[in-house]
């Protein structure tokens, strides 16, 4: 017995294209989500030296886990300020009208 499988690939290879309007849509919140994340490094870059303090008494006392405690810190503190530094929205203007 032998199986007609043409209509299987012809399913699998089946990639209906969205329109313009969607696709740029698309690409533009794509485009927003990586300058956030631009954003929120560039932020724990800062974050990272400003609050790199080897004096008594800081944020986190010295202990075995104090560089992960900092670390995490910063990830989260950098993450909830990205998006609303500027930085983000310049160069998604930037990069909009690039293409």
């Not at 299987?8 to 209906?16: D, E, F, T």
């Amino acid at each position: 017995m032998q199986t007609d499988s043409s209509v299987a690939l012809l399913n699998a290879n089946y990639n209906p294209t969205p329109t313009s309007v969607d696709n740029t849509e698309q690409n533009d919140a794509l485009l927003k989500e990586q300058t956030d994340k631009f954003e929120a490094f560039f932020l724990k870059q800062i974050l990272d030296i400003a609050l790199s303090s080897d004096e008594e008494g800081g944020l986190y006392e010295k202990d075995a886990g104090d560089k992960i405690y900092k670390s995490m810190y910063n990830d989260t503190m950098s993450n909830a300020l990205s998006g609303n530094l500027g930085l983000s929205e310049m160069l998604f203007s930037y990069l909009k009208e690039e293409r």
